[in-house]
């Protein structure tokens, strides 16, 4: 298993950047997938962001495209989510997630491991 832990969240403006991270530790492992996901209040949670750890190959949300980007640095076990142009809709608690699956999975149901989530608030 391995244990995620996310860092970053926070209050800020519409218009705003905010950069994610999240580092894994435990049974780490080049096959996982990490994902991005993120969840607002009443509404079920949603992928975000995708990126695989072997080859840092990624894939997004529609909704996040152009404006949020994911990436890796695998001395550091750590994947961030840098997140610009921030809109109100953008607020919800962002989770880190890792699967084994090796194919670009949405699917939260494939996602074994989640970390403890970080509150995002983007004001108007």
């Known amino acids: 298993q391995v244990q995620l832990v996310e860092s970053g969240g926070g209050l800020v403006q519409a218009g705003a950047s905010l950069r994610l991270s999240c580092t894994a530790s435990?049974?780490?492992?080049?096959?996982?997938?990490m994902g991005w996901f993120r969840q607002a209040p009443g509404k079920e949670r949603e992928f975000v962001a995708g990126i695989r750890w072997r080859d840092g190959a990624t894939y997004s949300a529609d909704s996040v495209k152009g404006r949020f980007s994911i990436s890796r640095d695998n001395a550091k076990k750590t994947v961030y989510l840098q997140m610009n142009s921030l809109k109100p809709e953008d607020t919800a608690v962002y989770y880190c997630?890792?699967?084994?699956?090796?194919?670009?999975?949405?699917?939260?149901?494939?996602?074994?491991?989640w970390g403890q989530g970080t509150q995002v608030t983007v004001s108007s």
């Open positions: 435990g049974r780490t492992s080049n096959n996982y997938v």
């Open positions: 997630a890792a699967t084994t699956y090796s194919g670009f999975t949405k699917d939260r149901a494939a996602f074994g491991s």
